[in-house]
């Protein structure tokens, strides 16, 4: 255990922590928005009628950047998660060590949602649901660390207003994209039930158009949104390291 933390040393004295939250940030934001430009050459993009997912099978490499964008977002945000969950292991002194474990614990399992939706992005794909799976934790799962994180941060001391505000704006949008699905689910058409689990089962979410409008608006700010947290939580974790 001692030569992994010496090794993670010398590597965070290289390449800075808080250097792969905002990059990676940075790195997410370009690929969703190249990536919705790319698709819009041939078909506009829309907050109100596609899901960000469209994405991962839209024309004019928009698929092939989005798919492989996402897994290189994984594995350059797992640098930082590895980092943050360090220094606040530093700065609680065990004290919150159960609340830290559980959000290191969500993290890890968000970034594993994160490589199932870069895996499995094409609806045309055999293991398409798997694609779904993997949203739907990444979601979930991002929601609860960002929430333990910016929690931990506050009973360390280390405050932030802007970091806080933050943090509770993106799960604003990620609490109203999930409660978006109540009317999504009452009120979806029984046929289109039967192709959930098919090759079918995007078409059958986005042909129910009236119900996602507000799904897929709420899940565009989710996802953006928690590419602007990392950037803005990184920047703050940058400024509590150099006052060191």
Same mark, same amino acid.
């Given at each position: ?20 939250? !905002? ?7 370009? !690929? ?108 979930m799962m991002a929601m609860a660390f960002m929430f333990f994180y910016t929690l931990l941060l506050v009973y360390c001391g280390r405050k932030s207003e802007i970091q ?40 059958a979410l986005t042909t129910a158009t009236p119900y996602t409008m507000w799904l897929t608006f709420f899940e565009w700010l989710y996802v953006l949104g928690t590419c602007?947290?990392?950037? !803005? ?12």
């Amino acid at each position: 255990m001692t030569s992994i933390n010496e090794a993670l040393d010398k590597f965070y004295e290289k390449i800075p922590g808080s250097f792969w939250a !905002v990059f990676g940030g940075i790195f997410g934001l370009a !690929v969703i928005i190249i990536a919705s430009i790319l698709h819009s050459l041939t078909e506009p993009i829309s907050f109100f009628t596609h899901f960000v997912s469209h994405l991962g099978w839209g024309p004019n490499g928009s698929e092939t950047l989005f798919r492989i964008g996402i897994a290189v977002l994984g594995c350059l945000l797992a640098p930082y998660i590895i980092y943050l969950n360090r220094m606040l292991k530093i700065e609680d002194e065990e004290k919150h060590s159960k609340l830290r474990q559980l959000a290191f614990i969500c993290s890890l399992i968000s970034l594993v949602g994160l490589f199932m939706v870069s895996l499995w992005g094409n609806i045309h794909q055999e293991g398409f649901i798997l694609h779904l799976v993997g949203a739907i934790l990444y979601f979930m799962m991002a929601m609860a660390f960002m929430f333990f994180y910016t929690l931990l941060l506050v009973y360390c001391g280390r405050k932030s207003e802007i970091q806080i505000v933050c943090t509770l704006i993106v799960l604003f949008f990620g609490i109203s994209m999930m409660a978006s699905l109540i009317p999504l689910i009452i009120g979806i058409d029984p046929e289109l039930i039967s192709q959930f689990g098919s090759m079918d089962i995007g078409d059958a979410l986005t042909t129910a158009t009236p119900y996602t409008m507000w799904l897929t608006f709420f899940e565009w700010l989710y996802v953006l949104g928690t590419c602007v947290w990392f950037i !803005v939580t990184g920047v703050f974790t940058y400024k509590i390291e150099t006052k060191k």
